[in-house]
């Protein structure tokens, strides 16, 4: 058993994290609200090999595994860069272009009735999600209402009134797994997000100054970034935990560890952004500092690809079931 | 140094370091689990339960003594002691091993023992003279030997430097008097790692010296405390005038803060690993429970907050479990956990009491007695409930983890 970080997944972090730095910095992120997304940056992530890391080589992937994936999309989280990144990832070998940027893919799972879709103006292809498997249709083809203001800025929302049936483009079996590595990959993202949240949280409590004092020094604010990081440490764990997993490296079942990092998640994310708001006191209210980008976008993960409640309800009848005589 | 974007995610796969974050056990790890199944499996039958009367200490000491000598002749005792002071030399995640395969099994726990291996045998080995290691060491891991803890005290707790105990030089021995408090079982104890005063003029962690002192010296007088459970292993002692050798001095005069915190180099990440594995137990069982209570309709488990709580506690504990792994995985690869195990500590402590507010939502009123089962469970959750109320504050309370975590960790100026 190891669980720490290899050298090279450490490289590929901070690899990450320098593209991440130079090109999608707050100013270009927070453009994507006006001017959408942004295509070329878009294309960098696919040429830098995000979105085809778990494809292998042979099918023109970078052919490494969930965990590196995982290291990859807590960085794309930590610096709040928009988009399907998920579902664009997870339809790589599915969807011509996906793995390459030129096609941009969104995701939903099927529901009676209206839709309401992230990120469906920007893509070129949503998958639909049901038990019986993965269906593509093109967005051009579908009638779609947008909504002029969106919980998060960042994530553009899109309501359709019906969904179509699409093209079949995988079987149960590819849904199932759609939905497991989805939700890992979100879980990733929501680890970043607590972390980006953390981090801002930590800086401004140095810098910002009352009664004569950082305001970090004060037990009431110190206490509550350490509450941040714990949180940020015990997600960091499960996240690795599930990813691993999926790479055949674990000791439990994929289901359960994937369940139990998307629960964790999706509270310590908006937590996380919660308190990163309450740090930066009035100034976290306000629409310049980034602390309500956190949280809204800690919000509409905790939406996507499974929801803290259901998954926490699946995880008791488990326990039930193995505590029963 | 930082390689660039493309460096690191288009090596070919051949030359990728494919030694990739892995929570499977290698092939020892296993044979190392297998032969401490098999031998738990043929001794535990032969164990008896742990004494019914939890305010008898001599029945409690006999009972956990008498495990420690069976772990000290199959070769399990001082697991993490390197193998020259006697110990297995284990590595961090066969230690890991040894104490889930143990709780799961059933065994006792360390019980008395505790400040004995986890505390003062550790400062022994880094830190004692060659005559005090082979006087101490080897009597603890046969369960001879149990040692308690005399650090704290009434005017000293989160404050620990700031202790008051005063030791007077006189000659080839030091004159002791003072008063020190959660000595758990003292009464019981042979030995007392005792942390005093030397000089009442230095700076405050820059006086105090580490002393090793017999329980059967003159002038110690110890009186039991009663806990807000009922039990009695707590205590308080008061040393009047106790002439403690100078040779039972370990390290130099003064110098006894660095060698209490030496000990912290010890902690591989495994604290809580008992701990971990017999509240998920607990959890089970609480599930269990929740299918048996009666509400006016249906049964507790038909509540979905109640259901949602406990997937959330389970998800949490599994969590809590996988950070074990990784600060586990540290100390294997540094020797070290650093502010890891105060972030355990914190969220491990959380999880109790949320847990134990969940017990109290699904007990109802069989929740008004202790140590009862009332035909719900065999396990008592109502003195759990009650314990956990020790989790945010023994060992360095719940606020002191989070100003290490936030100093320490985040870097945050100190208030003081």
Known sequence: ?325 | MRRAVGDALSLPRAAYDRRPMDLRYTEEEEHFRDELRSWLASVLHDVPPVPDDHTDLVARRAYDTAWQAQLHDAGYAGIHWPAEFGGRGSTPTEHLIFLEETERAGAPYVGVNFVGQLHAGPTLIAEATDDQRSTHLAPILKGEHVWCQGFSEPGSGSDLASLSTRAVDDGDHYVVTGQKIWTSFAQVADYCELLVRTDPDARKHAGITWLIMPMDLDGIEIRPIDTALGSGEFAEMFLDEVRIPKINRVGDENDGWRVTNVTFSFERGTAFISEVISTQRLLADLAAVAQKVTRSSGTAWDDAGIRRELGRLDAELDALWSLTKRNVSQAQRTGMVGPGGSVFKLAYADVRKRMADLAERILGRAGLAIGESMDLSDLDHVGERLYTLTLTIAAGTSEIQRNIIGERLLGLPRER
């Open chain 1, 1 to 325: 058993m190891d669980f720490e970080l290899s050298d090279d997944q450490e490289a590929l972090a901070e690899g990450v994290a320098a593209l991440c730095e130079g090109r999608f910095d707050i100013d270009a992120v927070r453009a994507m609200a006006d001017n959408g997304l942004d295509r070329g940056r878009w294309t960098e992530l696919a040429e830098t090999g995000v979105f085809s890391l778990c494809l292998s080589e042979a099918d023109g992937g970078v052919g490494l595994g969930w965990a590196e994936a995982a290291v990859v999309f807590e960085q794309l989280g930590k610096t709040l860069v928009p988009g399907p990144l998920v579902a664009t990832t997870l339809a790589a070998g599915l969807v011509d272009g996906a793995a390459d940027g030129s096609v941009v893919v969104a995701s939903v799972e099927r529901t009676t009735g209206p839709a309401v879709i992230e990120h469906l103006g920007w893509a070129d292809v949503l998958v639909i999600v049901d038990d019986d498997g993965l269906a593509s249709v093109a967005v051009p083809e579908l009638d779609a209402t947008p909504h002029a203001q969106p919980l998060d800025p960042l994530t553009p929302v899109w309501t359709v009134a019906e969904l179509p049936a699409g093209d079949r483009i995988g079987d149960a079996g590819a849904a199932a797994s759609w939905r497991l590595r989805g939700s890992m990959l979100t879980a990733a993202l929501q680890l970043g997000l607590a972390i980006g949240a953390t981090d801002l949280a930590v800086a401004y409590a140095k810098e910002r100054e009352q009664f004569g004092k950082p305001i970090g020094a004060f037990q009431a604010v110190k206490h509550r970034c350490a509450d941040m990081i714990t949180r940020v440490e015990v997600l960091r764990a499960a996240v690795y935990a599930a990813a691993v997993t999926l790479d055949g490296n674990g000791v439990d079942e994929p289901e359960r560890t994937v369940a139990v990092a998307k629960i964790l998640a999706s509270h310590a994310a908006a937590m996380c952004g919660k308190d990163c708001v309450q740090i930066h006191g009035g100034m976290g209210y306000t629409w310049e500092v980034n602390a309500h980008l956190f949280l809204k976008r800690a919000w509409v993960h905790d939406l996507a690809f499974g929801d803290g409640d259901d998954l926490a309800g699946e995880l008791a009848r488990e326990l039930a079931g193995n505590g029963a005589d």
